[in-house]
């Protein structure tokens, strides 16, 4: 079974900083399942990012997702008042979705 | 547009049942895989099931047994039937739709309902 961390678990920045969330996976996964996911307090999940670096329907450009094997990263270049939310990164395989412990990013 | 919308949850007893359901508008349930995910309170995602688009389901270890996904294609409607459920089982329940072209990421979600598992 793999599992995934993901780091820090709180971001203090300001707007306009950039944000860098690591995702690291217990064995070599592929990146074609690899996914990233925003959520808003008191919302749904929304996807952000797919096969790793690919950016869902009407994400801004700014959300971009990188990495391989067991270590993935979302950054968000600069932040935007709205980003402040927790990031959660979720791996697929065989029928089974696993998520992350999530990452909160706050306002500085 | 494209919509999901829960219903059914609510407080029940430990041991008890309780189904959920999951209109769903602008897509074709029997088309797209659909699944659950739960988030307890101040907690994470955890995923519950899938069903295929052939009818194939699948289950976490923590739910195989006790909770069973369903569909109803003339309906348009998702279901989980939940039995013998347990306090750990207390969550918001978020019906969601896996992207065709996502790489099995899912891009829709419901705003979930509420189930409370207490005496």
């Known amino acids: 079974e793999i599992v995934l961390t993901q780091s820090p678990g709180t971001l203090s920045l300001s707007p306009g900083e950039r944000a860098t969330l690591s995702c690291g996976a217990s064995q070599s996964v592929s990146s074609s399942y690899l996914a990233w996911y925003q959520q808003k307090a008191g919302q749904a999940p929304r996807l952000l990012i797919y096969a790793a670096s690919a950016r869902a329907t009407g994400i801004p450009d700014r959300f971009s997702g990188s990495g391989s094997g067991t270590d993935f990263t979302l950054t968000i270049s600069r932040l935007e008042p709205e980003d402040f939310a927790v990031y959660y990164c979720q791996h697929y395989v065989s029928s089974r979705w696993t998520f992350g412990p999530g990452t909160k990013v706050e306002i500085k | ?119």
């Open chain 2, 1 to 119: 547009e494209v919509q999901l919308v829960e219903s059914g949850g609510g407080l029940i007893q430990p041991g008890g049942s309780l189904r959920l359901s999951c209109a769903a508008s602008g897509f074709t349930v029997s088309n797209n895989y659909m699944t659950w995910v739960r988030q307890a309170p101040g907690k994470g995602l955890d995923w519950v099931s899938v069903i295929h688009t052939g009818g194939y389901t699948n289950y976490a270890d923590s739910v195989k047994g006790r909770f069973t996904i369903s569909r109803d294609d003339s309906k348009n409607t998702l279901y989980l039937q939940m039995n013998s459920v347990r306090a750990e089982d207390t969550a918001v329940y978020y019906c969601a739709r896996v992207g065709s072209w996502t790489s099995y990421g899912i891009d829709v979600w419901g705003h979930g309902t509420t189930v409370t598992v207490a005496s």
